[in-house]
T-cell receptor, first 114, second 115 residues
Framework: DGGITQSPKYLFRKEGQNVTLSCEQN?????MYWYRQDPGQGLRLIYY???????QKGDIAEGYSVSREKKESFPLTVTSAQKNPTAFYLC?????????????FGPGTRLTVT | AQTVTQSQPEMSVQEAETVTLSCTYD???????LFWYKQPPSRQMILVIR??????QNATENRFSVNFQKAAKSFSLKISDSQLGDTAMYFC????????????FGTGTRLTIIP
């Protein structure tokens, strides 16, 4: 079954700790994305990557970091510099081939920092 | 920069009725895609329907159809014969075709189907 997996579903951390959220896809998509979702604000783009070993900041990249060492994987690290890290995080992937441009989403990770 | 506006934070409708969700957008691009995504209580984002801006014909997918008005920059979603499983957040999204495939999302409309 092709798809996107995110783990874990729920994550709890103490303030001041870095935490890494996992995102893996087996859709053979070139592009991958990380979004943050807060109540009443829709989805906001954190980082995106269109090719291995390359990524760009999105609209709210401060306090986050990513890597793209493999096509299938795009982990997101929430650093202690992120002021309000508690949120729902969604990973997505896409490919322009086939003319779709739609993004396919993982099930998300709910991060709670106390 | 593109913006997407959904002016209806919440809506409710009786089961089997028809409901229309509104979306407007602002862009200087001439070629782009528009999408409606559904996010049920499970929080899994699901693509509902897609519209290419260069196609005049409105997209349809079973009970879901859109009213795409390019000049007015309007992209509404109509759900016919609404079902309890349609209860979800609905997000409108935009991406330019020759861009970097970034999606710009609206803030969403929470739709509740009443039995």
């Amino acid at each position: 079954d092709g798809g996107i997996t995110q783990s874990p579903k729920y994550l709890f951390r103490k303030e001041g700790q870095n935490v890494t959220l996992s995102c893996e896809q087996n859709l053979n998509h070139d592009a991958m994305y990380w979004y943050r979702q807060d109540p009443g604000q829709g989805l906001r783009l954190i980082y995106y990557s269109q090719i291995v070993n390359d990524f760009q900041k999105g609209d709210i990249a401060e306090g986050y970091s990513v890597s793209r060492e493999k096509k299938e994987s795009f982990p997101l690290t929430v650093t202690s510099a992120q002021k309000n890290p508690t949120a729902f995080y969604l990973c997505a992937s896409s490919t322009p081939t086939g003319g779709g441009y739609e993004q396919y989403f993982g099930p998300g990770t709910r991060l709670t920092v106390t | 920069a593109q913006t997407v506006t959904q002016s209806q934070p919440e809506m409710s409708v009786q089961e089997a009725e028809t409901v229309t969700l509104s979306c407007t957008y602002d862009t200087s691009e001439s070629n782009y895609y528009l999408f409606w995504y559904k996010q049920p209580p499970s929080r899994q984002m699901i693509l509902v329907i897609r519209q290419e801006a260069y196609k005049q014909q409105n997209a349809t997918e079973n009970r879901f159809s859109v009213n795409f008005q390019k000049a007015a920059k309007s992209f509404s979603l109509k759900i016919s014969d609404s079902q309890l499983g349609d209860t979800a957040m609905y997000f409108c999204a935009f991406t330019p075709i020759l861009g970097n495939e970034k999606l710009t999302f609206g803030t969403g409309t929470r739709l509740t189907i009443i039995p």
